[in-house]
């Protein structure tokens, strides 16, 4: 059995996070596939066995589990020894703005265009803005820098790294109105280890509508 096991799902940014961060750090780990798409995490079983949040990620470690993925990636920095910022309240600000704002409007827009069918535009479209944004942000903080907080990514950069990395059909934003996050995508592919979701996360593929 591998030293970490990951319970996950292709489609989710939020375990993406967590198996980025552990195949960047080369951790032998084991993705466990959940069956999202059929309500395996809404049981009371799998609430009672795996996590009472009914949310993936959850990380399986020494004897004890993890949820949330900005809990986990802090913990995995802690445990390999990697990708924690030399100032940790800037790193746990950006955390916060990724989970509040970045990844919270992608992700939520994202699942609307790709996963949802008859969305109410006009929701689409709001979240779509949100999203819009949010990046801005990201793109005013990269401007002069490499990563988030310098020259060396942290654990803040991973966590929002979740949902860049899926195939652009599934978010389509127009990238040339983001060249500093067109650049942090490509030296986050250009690390070893580095492999795209559908690449790196075992289990069944969503029917798209």
């Known amino acids: 059995m591998a030293a970490f096991r990951l319970h996950c799902f292709p489609e989710s940014g939020g375990c993406y996070k967590v198996a980025l961060m552990l195949a960047l750090c080369g ?3 084991e993705g466990i596939p ?11 079983e ?19 589990s993890r949820t949330q993925s900005g809990v986990i990636l802090t913990y995995l920095s802690r445990e390999l020894g990697r990708f924690a ?16 704002k970045f990844t919270s409007y992608l992700a939520t827009w994202r699942w609307l265009h790709s996963f949802t069918a008859n969305a109410d535009p006009a929701v689409v479209a709001a979240f779509r803005a949100r999203a819009e944004n949010a990046f801005r942000v990201v793109e005013a903080q990269l401007e002069g820098r490499n990563f988030l907080l310098g020259d060396a990514p ?3 950069d991973i966590s929002m790294q979740g949902y860049l990395h899926f195939p652009q059909e599934e978010w389509p934003l127009d990238m040339a109105a983001f060249p500093n996050i067109s650049g942090w995508i490509a030296r986050f592919r250009a690390m070893p280890g580095w492999k795209a979701p559908y690449e790196l996360i075992p289990g069944a593929r969503f029917p798209k509508p």
């Open 46 to 64: 799998w609430r009672a066995r795996v996590s009472v949040m009914g949310e993936v990620p959850v990380l399986e470690h020494a004897g004890r």
């Open 85 to 100: 910022a030399a100032d940790a309240e800037e790193q746990l600000r950006w955390l916060f703005f990724d989970n509040h």
């Open 154 to 156: 942290c654990i803040a």
């Open 27 to 29: 951790a032998e780990w």
């Open 34 to 44: 959940v069956d999202y798409y059929h309500g395996e995490t809404r049981t009371p």
